[in-house]
T-cell receptor, first 112, second 110 residues
Framework: DVKVTQSSRYLVKRTGEKVFLECVQDMDHENMFWYRQDPGLGLRLIYFSYDVKMKEKGDIPEGYSVSREKKERFSLILESASTNQTSMYLC???????????FGDGTRLSIL | EDKVVQSPLSLVVHEGDTVTLNCSYEVTNFRSLLWYKQEKKAPTFLFMLTSSGIEKKSGRLSSILDKKELFSILNITATQTGDSAVYLCAANFGNEKLTFGTGTRLTIIP
């Protein structure tokens, strides 16, 4: 069965900290995605990756970076966390771009 | 700009009712439309639609796409409390990305 695992369900950090969110998939998928989900705004794409060491900006990349050193792992980095980055973060993966994406359970991140 | 709009934003019905959720899109290079169900955790995939007029069905859920009028509907018959969730619609516009609507929050009252 498809499995996307996010390292933390809940995370509390302070303004200015560097924050790492980790995502691992066990399906040998080429494509991985990071979204944030906010009330009234739906899911918005931050970054995605279609291959190891490859990354593309999504719709709201500002304040974020990503790393994909291995196929199964995609990390989201908040370089200097700010309160407006408090949100639910969802990781997803898919085998090919236009096939259904499989989601992790999400990380609810609070920046104080 | 690629855009997906869902309606209604929220819906409250009684158990046993039938509901219809709507998803419309503005397209530049449409490829597919997907429906997801999100309870407290990960969105789970329901349907992917690529062709007009072909109904996809899974138990009490069904969905259809109209590429001429640029919309899709998700029907749930004989609703149960376990159907309470946020239903997400997303479209692929011929690239690697999905564009999501804001979702419809469905609440089923026993």
């Amino acid at each position: 069965d498809v499995k996307v695992t996010q390292s933390s369900r809940y995370l509390v950090k302070r303004t200015g900290e560097k924050v790492f969110l980790e995502c691992v998939q066990d399906m040998d998928h080429e494509n991985m995605f990071w979204y944030r989900q906010d009330p009234g705004l739906g899911l918005r794409l931050i970054y995605f990756s279609y291959d190891v060491k490859m990354k593309e900006k999504g719709d709201i990349p500002e304040g974020y970076s990503v790393s994909r050193e291995k196929k199964e792992r995609f990390s989201l980095i908040l370089e200097s966390a700010s309160t407006n980055q408090t949100s639910m973060y969802l990781c997803a993966s898919s085998f090919v771009p236009f096939q259904p994406q499989h989601f992790g359970d999400g990380t609810r991140l609070s920046i104080l | 700009e690629d855009k997906v709009v869902q309606s209604p934003l929220s819906l409250v019905v009684h158990e046993g009712d039938t509901v219809t959720l709507n998803c419309s899109y503005e397209v530049t290079n449409f490829r597919s439309l997907l429906w997801y169900k999100q309870e407290k955790k990960a969105p789970t995939f329901l349907f992917m639609l690529t062709s007009s007029g072909i109904e996809k069905k899974s138990g009490r859920l069904s969905s259809i796409l109209d590429k001429k009028e640029l919309f899709s509907i998700l029907n749930i018959t004989a609703t149960q409390t376990g159907d309470s969730a946020v239903y997400l619609c997303a479209a692929n516009f011929g690239n690697e990305k999905l564009t999501f609507g804001t979702g419809t929050r469905l609440t089923i009252i026993p």
